[in-house]
Every structure is written in structure tokens, then in C-alpha cells.
């Protein structure tokens, strides 16, 4: 029986193979903007890709995925780069359905994507959006998604969402992250 992967090991793979992404300037949006509750769409996304990598991992699934793109999906599937609670006038008021062709443009303009990318960026909110996704990476961000999504949102943490005047400390937390990311 293969050995399964342990946190670290799952860790040092979605840093070694989301680097590109990880380390881009347009990170710092995210890193600045949250997603459910007191978590940032930066942490989200780290959250995704080791959920996603470990699905995978304890699913067997690796003669079937492709790990780079299934980290970069992961990092990418909300690449929105802004922070849908600020009040907007109400452009952002299908955010659930709109941001996963948002994050695919942004992602479009920022980083070269192969189909599998793509397709699993745009079909990630699945059944929000009309299609499911074509390919396993798709399915298995999109579950790591909704299991990370429900537990950020119900957890109590989220009443100690720092607020915007306070910056110093969500990049506190974003650092930590990223320093478990690369552990």
C-alpha cells in the first residue's frame, strides 16, 4: 500500500508547485481582501490547494490528476482581486456566480493557463454555474472549495475579523500562512 502524504509534505508540494502564483504582486490584493468570515482569500486559496492535493492524495487519484495544475487552480479559483463585502453598489450582488469568470480573466491576464486551468477556474462554483467542470482538478477544487468555504464561515473565528484600519494584522496572518505553506 503507497504510503499517503503527511500535512508538511502536502505543504512543500502546493509551494514548490504554486510559487509563480504565490509570490505575484496581485497576491497582495488578496492577502488584503476576505472571503468567509475572518479569513483572507489568500489564506482561502492556500487552504484549497492543500484540501484539494490531500483529496486527491487520500482518493488515490494521482495516475488520474495533473498536481501543477490542480495547485494552480486551487490558487487561482478566486482570483476575483477584490474584496466582495466592501460596498460597491451593487456590482458585486452575484459575486457567487460571477467571480469564477472574474478570477479566470485576472488569472488570463497574469499567468499562462492550460485547458484544465482554465476550465476548472471558470466551472468551479459548480452548480452556481451552468456547467461542471470537465476535468477531476475541477471537481476536486470545487469540493476542497465548499468543505473549506462551509468550516471558514461557521467557524467562530469569524467574529474576530480585524477591521480595514488594522492592515498590520491580516499581514501578520497572511505570513503565517505562507510560512506554513512553505514548511
Known amino acids: 500500500m503507497a504510503r499517503l502524504l503527511t500535512r508538511t509534505q502536502i505543504r512543500q508540494l502546493v509551494a514548490r508547485h504554486g510559487r509563480e502564483i504565490i509570490e505575484h504582486d496581485h497576491m497582495r490584493i488578496e492577502r488584503r481582501s476576505y472571503q468567509h468570515g475572518a479569513v483572507t482569500t489568500f489564506a482561502h486559496s492556500i487552504r484549497v490547494a492543500c484540501l484539494a492535493v490531500w483529496l486527491a492524495d487520500r482518493l488515490h487519484l494521482w495516475n488520474r490528476v495533473d498536481l501543477r495544475s490542480l495547485i494552480r487552480v486551487a490558487l487561482l479559483h478566486d482570483y476575483f482581486l ?78 474576530r475579523k480585524p477591521s480595514k484600519s ?7 496572518s497572511a505570513k503565517s500562512i505562507e510560512r506554513g505553506s512553505r514548511a
Request: aromatic content about 12%; cysteine-free; charged content about 25%.
Open 82 to 159: 477584490y474584496d466582495w463585502h466592501d460596498w460597491d453598489d451593487g456590482e458585486h450582488v452575484f459575486h457567487g456566480f460571477t467571480h469564477g469568470r472574474a478570477a479566470l480573466h485576472n488569472a488570463l491576464a497574469d499567468f499562462e493557463l492550460n485547458r484544465i486551468e482554465r476550465d476548472s477556474i471558470a466551472h468551479h462554483m459548480f452548480p452556481l454555474t451552468p456547467a461542471p467542470p470537465r476535468y477531476i482538478e475541477g471537481y476536486l477544487v470545487s469540493m476542497a472549495d465548499k468543505v473549506s468555504a462551509t468550516r471558514e464561515t461557521l467557524s467562530m473565528d469569524r467574529f
Open 166 to 172: 488594522k492592515p498590520a494584522a491580516s499581514a501578520a
